[in-house]
């Protein structure tokens, strides 16, 4: 079960279909410590070791279409 | 195989998702974050995730909160995985621990969770200075998934 936080108003899923969904206010955390750390972390990670190329190959096909 | 889950909610952005966890500790609200994010160039998600800790207003990454559902907890965020993916097709996931243990939980979220993921997500995993496809008892210390 998925509830979007906020107010009630129907929205369209990936089928096209549309459902209600309750939504309350799910805040923001983008600024917690924590989770700045962890994204700061995974950058210097990503940056030294790269991505996997299926995985780049794939985004771009997906950029192109 | 169906694993029980939390139900969880998710912000307008969908970037946050909380959930709340209920056993013998009482309840914990648990927060997923994906945080946007550059390397080389190249955009993608970091997947945090942790306890709330209401009296010090932010995520205690240092709590163990043995509620006795870890693997409810992981089939959550798992879940979350999911319908982010779902939201944002192009997006590449980037999951690790706060140390080895959590990487290793992430791990058999993975593990457990496989049947569903595998349904819609390519899975990598870092080992070995490399990234390989993901495969069940191989030890990785970071992982990487995207939709298929």
Not at chain 1, 35 to 44: P, Y
Not at chain 2, 5 to 28: A, C, M, Q, R, V
Not at chain 2, 85 to 101: E, H, I, K, L, Q
């Amino acid at each position: 079960m998925v509830f979007t936080r906020g107010i009630s108003m129907p929205t369209k899923t990936k089928s096209g279909s549309e459902s209600q969904v309750k939504r309350t206010a799910v805040r923001d955390y983008g600024n917690d410590p924590f989770f700045v750390k962890k994204a700061e972390k995974s950058k210097a990670f990503l940056e030294k070791n790269g991505f996997p190329e299926a995985l780049l190959n794939r985004k771009k096909a997906l950029k192109k279409a | 195989m169906d694993l029980p889950k939390y139900p969880f909610f998710t912000s307008e952005t969908f970037l946050d998702f909380e959930f709340e966890s209920n056993g013998p500790n009482g309840k914990i609200k648990k927060v997923v974050r994906y945080s946007p994010q550059n390397a080389n160039g190249v955009t993608y998600f970091n997947l945090g995730f942790g306890d709330w800790n209401e009296t010090i207003g932010k995520i205690d990454d240092s709590a163990i909160s043995n509620n006795q559902d870890r693997e409810r907890i992981l089939a959550t965020v798992a879940a979350t995985v999911l319908e982010f993916t779902r939201r944002f097709p192009d997006a590449m996931v980037y999951a690790t621990g706060s140390t080895p243990a959590r990487t290793r939980l992430y791990q058999m979220a993975i593990a457990a969770n496989c049947n569903e993921i595998e349904l819609f997500l390519t899975v990598y995993g870092f080992a070995d200075n490399n990234w390989h496809p993901f495969k069940k008892g191989v030890n990785y210390t970071a992982f990487l998934a995207m939709r298929k």
